[in-house]
């Protein structure tokens, strides 16, 4: 069974992406009150960066469904070009706003100036270790989503090379291509802490860059063909929801408790887990058919939707926020109340007055009409952390 198109809509990722971004702005927030200090309560305030490897999922399961349905209905591929042109304009306009903005009021020269204008804005940070968190200081995780951007017509044209024929053999290609790929990242983290040194300053680009995070990317492509080809059709919602959450939680309980001595070790099990974490974190949002239940419940109450839809800019000026904040010597309460109202007032400010307006030129150039985003628009699903030692 083929389970809806190219078009298909999921209104319940909006939420899954405000929960993304506000563990994100919370962890960033226990850095700059110091609770992420190493003791006690740090650990498990350290592991809310997964909401890094969530948006990446995000990312996967929307932006590959599309190529996926297209070849399980023998329908066009998307356009590369059009798709191309939609991210260059979903991504890059409130960046580069944020950027300068940013760059002016705290002096960021080096933004400003070259070779360092080219690397921040043409979103080169993860290849440059020494302005890798320059600029905008979570922003090198855009440059890993321009990176997935652009294999993804690659590995979407790799795929329709695969035998065809039946649903279930061109599921079971699609899956085996993702598996291949979620193994190469694998390989590659594992090279990186056995081979280079975790003192290098190129050791923490070398685990976050692609190939290194294309597993996370492919588990959310494989939910996507999971959703595309209707295999979750008799899926019961608020069974998927509570067991997809039980596995989120044990993983985070085991990322937080199993901390192996060796420093690469630890890396390599930490991304492991998050990745299993944020697999199962987002399949309640996008498997199963109707609603139900506590978690398919939580993810429809509006306003997490609707700071899903205002978590792009939330994410491009909360930290500058907190650490401002922090600078201005708030109090611990202030940091994390003010800090959390003023990005949403940003994040709300980019949304209103940028990102909604390169949306509509976006739809324009895809032949549909310059209405705003349906409820789980792909868009540049990343609000990530900065680089921890």
């Known amino acids: 069974m083929i389970a809806g198109g190219a078009a298909a809509r999921f209104p319940l990722v909006d939420s899954m992406r405000a929960l993304a971004a506000l563990a994100i702005l919370a962890y960033h927030g226990a ?8 003791t006690g309560t740090a ?31 023998g329908a066009k591929r998307p356009d590369a070009r059009v798709y191309g042109l939609r991210r260059l304009l979903r991504l890059v306009p409130a960046y580069w706003l944020a ?34 968190t320059g600029g905008i200081g979570q922003a090198w995780t855009l440059t890993v989503e321009v990176a997935f951007y652009a294999a993804l017509p690659v590995i979407g044209l790799a795929a329709r090379r695969l035998p065809g024929g039946s649903a279930a053999r061109i599921v079971r290609g699609e899956l085996t291509l993702l598996a291949v790929l979620a193994l190469v990242a694998v390989l590659w983290r594992l090279v990186v802490v056995v081979l280079a040194d975790p003192a290098g300053e190129a050791y923490f680009p070398l685990l976050v860059a692609l190939p290194a995070q294309l597993d996370v990317f492919a588990a959310g492509m494989a939910l996507a063909v999971v959703s595309a080809a209707g295999l979750d059709g008799r899926a019961r919602p608020p069974l998927v929801a509570s067991l997809a959450w039980l596995v989120a939680a044990l993983c985070y309980v085991a990322v937080v408790q199993w901390r192996p001595d060796d420093p690469g070790a630890r890396v390599f099990v930490e991304h492991q887990l998050q990745g299993l974490m944020a697999l199962a974190l987002l399949a309640p949002a996008v498997l199963g058919r109707g609603g139900g239940g506590a978690v398919r419940r939580l993810l429809a109450w509006r306003p997490l939707a609707w700071i899903g839809l205002v978590s792009y800019g939330l994410y491009l000026w909360h930290l500058d926020v907190l650490r401002e904040l922090a600078e201005r010597e708030v109090p611990t309460a202030g940091i994390v109340v003010l800090g959390t109202l003023l990005a949403l007032v940003f994040g709300t400010a980019s949304w209103y007055l940028v990102e909604r307006h390169a949306l509509r030129l976006g739809r324009r150039a895809a032949g549909r009409p310059p209405a705003g985003p349906p409820a789980g628009h792909p868009e540049p699903a990343t609000a990530p952390t900065v680089a921890r030692p």
């Open 99 to 132: 950027l300068i903005v940013i760059a002016l009021a705290f002096g960021r020269d080096d933004v400003l100036s070259w070779p360092g204008a080219l690397v921040h804005f043409g979103l080169l940070q993860a290849y440059d270790p020494a302005r890798f």
């Open 31 to 38: 850095l700059f009150t110091g609770a992420l200090d190493g």
């Open 43 to 73: 650990f498990w305030y350290a592991q809310l960066n997964v909401g890094v490897p969530l948006f990446f999922a995000i990312s996967g399961f929307l932006l590959y469904r599309p190529w996926v349905a297209a070849r399980l209905t």
